[in-house]
């Protein structure tokens, strides 16, 4: 039987938590004397304290070190996890291309499309649609990479309703066409982390 707590836990929705990596890293850097890790997932964190080895405050500016931002209001903390699901349907999921990303996102958070969008846009500075379009190009960057599919299994998997879609959309994005990316890929993919506003967008020539 697990020993309960002797302190209250805590729990943070976190900002730019958005890979693996981010929760390996914080499960490593949170495992000190004076801190147990309740639960840990993408955008959330559960942790209690002993205060008289460490405080909620040296926590904060830990995390702040490392780039992630605790999120407080409301409103950015469904911002976060609207960024969170885009990221786990384009990039963590087999992708259905028969769902749309609009659909996905009024089932996941029983909400209207127009409302998420206009959020979205309210506190990042960019649209949702474009968002979402940053990742799947990402994504479609990734699998010609890996040489594994073709050109028709990608647009059918990641939603595109045809190649020359796909491509069109992809030049627009990257500056180069697909045929080009696949004979000499580019040493610059972007980590999901960087794509979008506070990082590093894809080069959009639109």
Request: proline letters at 2%; glycine letters at 6%; one cysteine or more.
């Amino acid at each position: 039987m697990k020993k309960k707590t002797a302190h209250p836990a805590r729990t943070f929705h976190v900002k730019n938590m958005t890979c693996s990596c981010c929760i390996h890293l914080l499960r490593k850097e949170l495992s000190v004397d004076g801190v147990e890790i309740h639960d840990i997932r993408l955008g959330t964190l559960q942790l209690s304290i002993d205060p008289k080895k460490i405080t909620w405050k040296k926590i904060e500016t830990m995390l702040e070190g490392y780039g992630f931002e605790i999120l407080r209001d409301k409103e950015k903390m469904l911002v976060e996890q609207i960024k969170q699901a885009v990221i786990e349907l384009v990039h963590h999921s087999t992708y259905n291309a028969m769902v749309r990303n609009s659909d996905y996102l009024v089932e996941r958070f029983g909400m209207s499309y127009p409302y998420i969008s206009s959020l979205f846009s309210k506190h990042e500075g960019t649209t949702l649609e474009k968002f979402t379009i940053l990742h799947k190009i990402e994504k479609v960057r990734e699998l010609i990479e890996y040489g594994e599919l073709t050109l028709s299994e990608i647009a059918y998997m990641m939603g595109y309703s045809s190649v020359q879609y796909l491509s069109t959309q992809f030049k627009s994005i990257t500056g180069i066409s697909v045929t080009e990316y696949r004979v000499t890929p580019a040493n610059s993919r972007s980590g999901i982390d960087k794509l979008g506003p506070g990082g590093l967008f894809l080069q959009d020539r639109r």
